[in-house]
């Protein structure tokens, strides 16, 4: 929310986003899991974990079913095989591509002729 009360975004993109997340079987929280991934390029899961508010098991979890969906894969550490970072897939950056291009497309003005 800005200072006047008014969210970022239009509540047309929103239930967009939402109808996005169901096609894909998404959780909020998994959608918010992968914005975290792509902005920090290879974290590892103890990070996001961090950063969802999340315990490590129940992150593993989340990233598990990410795996399953073909959205997100897990990358042992080449310092320590136990640390596993994770990496979207393309799909993953395509969906979120898509989600950012439709909140900047409905944000833009629009101008009558």
Known sequence: MDHHG??????????????????????????????????????????????IDRSPAATSRLIDDLVRAGLVVRQSSADDRRVKHVHLTTAAKDFLASLHKAHHERARPRHSH
């Open 6 to 51: 008014h969210s970022p975004f239009p509540a047309e993109f929103l239930l967009g986003a939402l109808r996005q997340l169901g096609r894909r079987e998404l959780t909020f929280t998994q959608l918010v899991a992968m914005d975290y991934i792509v902005r920090r390029g290879a974290p590892t899961i103890r990070e996001v974990a961090e950063a």
